[in-house]
């Protein structure tokens, strides 16, 4: 126990135990340490466990000069500066792989839930107005509809095989064609939700794709489509979306991402053509529990042998 680990943000139960019990673990003062705190402790702090979803950048980094490893949960590290980390010397893990099916799988619940109204329909029946008002509105098939995946990478292709199973075409866009992807690589993101009844958006947050899905590309999608979304909030624009979906320029919309979690603007809260769920694709015990031994696992191959486990890909060269 003479490693000594900090805990950002609120550690889930099993992580903390985990991490507790294999090193000597200090927990998060508050939203950002204390100078008090950080003079006294930072030097000795060799690993960072990261369960915040708030901004981790150089300045922290400086304050904890004898930092080795930030192992962050969740596969998502757009909050994380990996250049500033790497600069440092600082091998940065997150926990790939281990949410891909059950991320996929909230994926289809949503949309399926979008293209049937399944919220509304739910409220229909338990208000009583099935039987004052008769029958609720008619909802519109994913059978044959064209679905398009933003983002073809690990959670992305899982997903990719589930669509199968309504027997349309499914296209997906990124950065390049992916020779092993047996789908259609469309190259114009805009292009490709012309085409499409809806899309999927699984690709990660950060610089790259702030904002990718523009007013453009909602208005192309359309009034009768449908756009998901289990990647980050700054994927969206998220004032296009309300205003598209606001004058009937985009049909539905199912969101487990916000640009400012946890508030969600009300312009979506009052809509009944959004399903709005809290970020929580990967939440199952199952898929949780094997994110929060990952994270521990990470640091405890890396102390024990500089190994760990799942670096980020721009790490991976210095395992
Ligand atoms: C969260 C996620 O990490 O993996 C990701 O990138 O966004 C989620 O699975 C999860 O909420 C744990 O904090």
New binding site residues.
């Given amino acids: 126990k003479d490693i000594e680990i900090y805990g950002r943000g609120v550690l889930p139960p099993h992580l903390d135990n985990r991490l507790s019990a294999e090193f000597t673990l200090h927990r998060d003062p508050g939203q950002m340490p204390s100078t008090d705190w950080l003079a006294q402790l930072g030097p000795r702090i060799t690993g960072l466990a990261n ?1 915040s ?1 708030t901004p981790l950048g150089a300045d922290l980094m400086d304050c904890l000069p004898n930092l080795r490893i930030i192992s962050t ?4 590290y757009d909050n994380i500066d990996v250049a500033a980390a790497r600069a440092r010397g600082i091998l940065v893990t997150h ?1 790939p792989d281990v ?1 891909n099916a059950d ?1 996929a799988n909230y994926a289809l619940l949503l949309l399926l839930a979008a293209s049937r109204d399944l919220i509304q329909q739910e409220n229909y029946a338990r208000s009583g107005r099935w039987a004052r008002e008769g029958r609720a509105a008619l909802t519109s098939t994913l059978e044959g509809a064209t679905l398009g995946i933003v983002g073809p990478g690990r959670i992305g292709r899982t997903l990719a095989k589930k669509l199968e199973i309504f027997g349309g075409p499914i296209l997906y866009h990124g950065r390049h064609a992916q020779p092993d992807v047996p789908y259609e690589y469309c190259p114009d993101l805009v292009a490709m939700a012309r085409r499409c009844d809806a899309l999927i958006l699984l690709l990660p947050g950060g610089a790259g794709t702030d904002r990718i899905i523009d007013a453009q590309v909602i208005e192309a999608l359309g009034p009768n489509g449908i756009l998901v979304n289990v990647a980050r909030g700054s994927v969206l624009d998220e004032t296009a979306l309300i205003r598209a979906l606001e004058t009937g320029r985009l049909g539905r919309a199912a969101l487990d ?1 916000f640009e400012n979690e946890p508030n969600i603007p009300a312009a979506l809260c009052n809509n009944d053509r959004v399903t709005l769920t809290p ?1 929580a ?3 199952t015990v199952e898929t ?1 529990r094997a ?1 929060f031994d990952l994270t521990a696992d990470n640091l405890r191959a890396y102390f024990a042998d500089g190994a760990a486990l799942t670096p980020v890909p721009e790490c991976r060269d210095m395992v």
Wanted: net charge positive.
């Fill in positions: 369960a979803f949960l969740g596969v998502g926990t949410l991320v991402v970020h694709a990967s939440a949780r994110m």
